[in-house]
């Protein structure tokens, strides 16, 4: 139950992580560097949080979550011609 929530609570902050990226990298075939970008900065962050955060969740699990997430994300932009597709 705590990822769910930690997944929703994450949710917004990832979709502006997403449309960021989106927005300022336009070339064609980037979109594993896009992600790359979106789960560094959440390792980063993860990196410099405070230690009860730590204990309660491992950078795996939030980085896998947040992964997933933007996978999602992705999907649905694509899908729905949010995102152009850049000759990916």
Known sequence: MKYILLGL???PA???????AEAHISLPK???EKLNLVTGVVE??????ADGLREDYSRESVVRLVMGIVT???AVFNRLGIFQATGA
């Open 9 to 11: 609570q994450l949710f």
């Open 14 to 20: 990832i979709l502006a992580a997403v449309k960021a």
């Open 30 to 32: 980037s979109g594993a």
């Open 44 to 49: 980063e962050v993860y990196a410099s949080i």
């Open 72 to 74: 999602r994300v992705v």
